[in-house]
């Protein structure tokens, strides 16, 4: 399996980038134990690679949606 990785350095982004399939696997920075994310704080985060067939699939479905939500 392939992999492709993801970095961000705000918190309230991580919620977003779960929906689309990334998985937190690490955190570094200056945040203290109990806070929340502190400024200097990155997250890194993983998926898989989709497959040709995969991302052909999500592209039509996002197309399809849009094109949908601009007849309603």
């Not at 998985?23 to 134990?33: D, I, Q």
């Not at 197309?63 to 949908?68: D, I």
């Amino acid at each position: 399996m392939k992999w492709e990785y993801c970095r961000a350095t705000d918190f309230n982004d991580l919620h977003v980038l779960g929906r689309q399939g990334w998985e937190l696997v690490g955190v570094t920075g200056a945040g203290s134990a109990g806070q929340e994310a502190d400024i200097g704080t990155t997250f890194y985060l993983k998926r898989p690679v989709p497959s040709i067939r995969e991302q052909i699939t999500a592209e039509q479905r996002e197309r399809a949606l849009a094109e949908r939500q601009g007849t309603e």
